[in-house]
């Protein structure tokens, strides 16, 4: 019903750039937030950042500063620019997005696959 595309992951040096983009298709009536998260070998699932559709954000301490999240509502799409990148943000990245959808009118909590980022050292 709701699909999530994601791209630009990749291999980058540490202290090198990356932008990541998410775009969400289907059945949207409104998407009050987006989120992407990241899981590294080992670890759990951990938030990295959010944006709602009216505009606030908020990011893990420990890309606070590096990272930037923003939104196109009309595209509904989202990005995340990644800078001064460090070996420990290697991790696959995941888009989310809370996504309300009609018929009947209800959240949908949609993922996307996944774009692995590399930081070598």
């Known amino acids: 019903q709701v699909q999530l595309v994601e791209s630009g992951g990749g291999l980058v040096q540490a202290g090198g750039s990356l932008r990541l983009s998410c775009a969400a298709s289907g059945s949207i009536l409104s998407i009050p937030a987006m989120n992407w998260y990241r899981q590294a070998p080992g670890k759990q699932r951990e938030l990295v950042a959010t944006?709602?559709?009216?505009?606030?954000?908020n990011y893990a301490d420990s890309v606070k500063g590096r990272f930037t999240i923003s939104r196109d509502n009309a595209k509904n799409t989202v990005y995340l620019q990644m800078n001064s990148l460090k070996p420990e943000d290697t991790a696959v990245y995941y888009c989310n997005a809370k996504v309300v959808v009609p018929t009947p009118t209800r959240l949908y909590d949609g993922w996307g696959q996944g774009t692995q980022v590399t930081v070598s050292s």
């Open positions: 944006m709602t559709s009216g505009g606030m954000t």
